[in-house]
């Protein structure tokens, strides 16, 4: 009986057939040469969005371009400071740009005191610039006093953003 023990562990089952898809191609037919799809445009880098750099819009979005005074100043702060510390750097990487700094003031005093505050501010703004390379001869200046608000209300919000320094760019910019 271990003779049928042996024999019967050394019988083998045919193996399972399994079915195989066999992958037939279409037939080839004549219809000339194939063309290949189109690719994508190949690029070096990412693909930049937002303002053409050296444009106006450029300075405007990503440098800033005004500053703003307490009542009866036209000294600079530390946050004025980091806008004309990015206005100097943008200045000297576009050496062909002009610009004009206007100094503004809010509604309250007369007309001659407010052109001279404005002048003051537009000139502190102009120094600076100068004191961090851009040339002197590269910025005008010119006082709007009261007469040019950015918010024509009689309130202390509207006053605290109308005494300010504007910098905008004259010529040379690009885009």
């Given at each position: 009986?271990?003779?049928?023990?042996?024999l019967s562990a050394c019988a083998s089952k045919?193996?399972?057939?399994?079915?195989?898809?066999?992958?037939?191609?279409?037939?080839?037919?004549?219809?000339?040469?194939?063309?290949?799809?189109?690719?994508?445009?190949?690029?070096?880098?990412?693909?930049?969005?937002?303002?053409?750099?050296?444009?106006?819009?450029?300075?405007?979005?990503?440098?800033?371009?005004?500053?703003?005074?307490?009542?009866?100043?036209?000294?600079?702060?530390?946050?004025?400071?980091?806008?004309?510390?990015?206005?100097?750097?943008?200045?000297?990487?576009?050496?062909?740009?002009?610009?004009?700094?206007?100094?503004?003031?809010?509604?309250?005093?007369?007309?001659?005191?407010?052109?001279?505050?404005?002048?003051?501010?537009?000139?502190?703004?102009?120094?600076?610039?100068?004191?961090?390379?851009?040339?002197?001869?590269?910025?005008?200046?010119?006082?709007?006093?009261?007469?040019?608000?950015?918010?024509?209300?009689?309130?202390?919000?509207?006053?605290?953003?109308?005494?300010?320094?504007?910098?905008?760019?004259?010529?040379?910019?690009?885009?």
């Amino acid at each position: 009986s271990g003779l049928g023990l042996a024999l019967s562990a050394c019988a083998s089952k045919p193996p399972v057939q399994e079915e195989v898809e066999v992958y037939t191609p279409p037939p080839v037919t004549e219809r000339g040469p194939v063309e290949p799809a189109p690719r994508p445009p190949v690029t070096s880098g990412p693909v930049e969005t937002g303002p053409v750099r050296g444009s106006v819009d450029d300075f405007r979005i990503n440098v800033g371009e005004r500053v703003y005074f307490d009542t009866d100043r036209y000294n600079v702060d530390n946050y004025d400071l980091e806008i004309l510390d990015r206005q100097a750097a943008w200045l000297n990487a576009y050496p062909n740009v002009r610009v004009m700094v206007a100094g503004n003031a809010d509604e309250r005093g007369t007309r001659e005191y407010n052109l001279g505050l404005g002048e003051r501010r537009a000139n502190s703004v102009k120094d600076y610039l100068v004191s961090r390379g851009v040339a002197a001869s590269r910025i005008e200046t010119i006082s709007y006093g009261k007469e040019k608000p950015i918010d024509g209300r009689s309130t202390p919000e509207a006053w605290e953003i109308n005494r300010n320094a504007h910098t905008q760019i004259v010529s040379g910019q690009l885009g």
